[in-house]
Every structure is written in C-alpha cells, then in structure tokens.
C-alpha cells in the first residue's frame, strides 16, 4: 500500500511538470494527500501487538 502511495506522487510530481493547467496538477496533490493522511491513520489506530 505505501508502495502505491509513493507512485501516485511520482505520478502528481510528473502532472505537475508537464501539464499546462494548474488545476491537474492541484488535483493530482489533494488526491495523493487524502491518500497519505488515510494511509497515516490507518497506521496510528492500528494496535501493536507486541508480548515482552
């Protein structure tokens, strides 16, 4: 999962570059963001099931 992340803001970085129009480029970065908060909750509410 963290993969697909990281490739979808290669993706939005490679938007930004070559397209002419702001707004996909603005569209591309508020999806990879929602992507990675929801990524980070999921991590954080997650429990650690460690036994010492």
Do not use: Q
């Not at 990281?6 to 591309?28: D, N, P, Q």
């Amino acid at each position: 999962m963290d993969t697909i992340i990281f490739l979808m803001i290669l993706g939005a970085f490679v938007v930004m570059v070559r397209s002419e129009k702001k707004r996909y480029a603005i569209g591309a970065w508020a999806v990879c963001l929602v992507a990675a908060l929801l990524l980070f909750n999921h991590h954080v509410t997650s429990p650690l099931e460690l036994s010492f």
